[in-house]
């Protein structure tokens, strides 16, 4: 398993870190089954995709520990990061360092991911001294979505990637062992990733960081409407699914499934033919 430190060390070899999310049992036996993922993230992207909401903010951190729970499960020897949800960290260090370790406890997961950088230091530094790995977040941060004015790229002006800068520096410094830089131009990712000595993971980052992550979903062609820039496919999922259900439901229609096959009799059907002669 990756740990933390593993992180750091496998940024220093200059070696890429891959990771995708996951929400629940079966796609974390996938990944885990799969070798060649480094850490999973159990994405409050899972209000959105698993729970259709239009934003994270309704994801709750008895949500989040429910899932974690799951994942952990299918992927016992994966790093496994929980992310806080909305308003489980930004009231104080104490609330922080309590809804982390909630998370650990309750799910078994190996470190825990939350938004933000100047505001969240003082919370990264409080769940980092109790012993528990953070990873940071900055640019588009989704939590933040209505101060944004929806999901829109970040650091396009120089005021901004100032902060996004300033931010990702106050994450590294409170202790965080890893950045998400999400939707920023990928200059100002790559300008990042130069300046510090933890891994940047990137999404809709450009090429320039030390990692990548992508909600899994996404990257399976779950959804044929969500086309953003950023985004590769690497399976059509929806329509793959759309086809098998269609082939079991005209199958179940025609009498054609289930078969011989796929069902148990009382007797062989060579003695049940005996029997009646
Ligand atoms: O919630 C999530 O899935 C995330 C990743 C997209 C970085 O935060």
Do not use: W
């Amino acid at each position: 398993m990756l740990s933390a430190p593993g992180f750091v060390k496998k940024r220093k070899k200059g070696e890429k870190i891959v990771m995708v999310t996951a929400y629940d049992y079966s796609f974390a036996r996938l990944v885990m089954a799969s070798g060649a993922i480094d850490a999973i993230l159990v994405g409050d992207s899972l209000g959105m995709v698993i729970q259709g909401h239009a934003s994270t903010l309704p994801v709750t951190l008895d949500h989040v520990i429910y899932h974690c729970a799951a994942v952990k499960r299918g992927a016992p020897d994966m790093h496994v990061i929980g992310d806080m949800p909305f308003m489980s960290y930004q009231l104080s260090p104490q609330q922080a360092l309590q809804s982390a370790g909630r998370l650990v406890k309750e799910s078994g997961v190996d470190s825990v991911k939350l938004e933000g950088g100047v505001r969240s230091a003082d919370a990264i530094e409080r769940i980092v001294t109790a012993g528990i790995p953070v990873m940071g977040h900055v640019g588009l941060t989704p939590q933040s979505v209505n101060l944004f004015g929806g999901h829109r790229m970040q650091g396009k002006s120089d005021a901004s990637a100032r902060r996004i800068m300033e931010d990702a520096m106050a994450v590294q410094e409170a202790g965080a062992f890893a950045i998400v830089l999400e939707g920023i131009p990928a200059d100002l990712s790559a300008r990042i990733t130069d300046a510090l000595r933890i891994p940047t993971i990137g999404i809709g980052a450009g090429p320039a960081t030390s990692g990548q992550v992508l909600v899994i979903y996404d990257l399976l062609g779950m959804d044929d409407g969500f086309n953003p820039k950023f985004l590769k496919k690497y399976e059509n999922f929806s329509m793959r699914v759309q086809d098998a259900l269609r082939q079991y439901s005209s199958e179940v229609v025609s009498g054609a499934f289930p078969g011989r096959e796929h069902s148990v009799y009382t007797k062989p059907k060579e003695a049940d033919d005996a029997d009646r002669t």
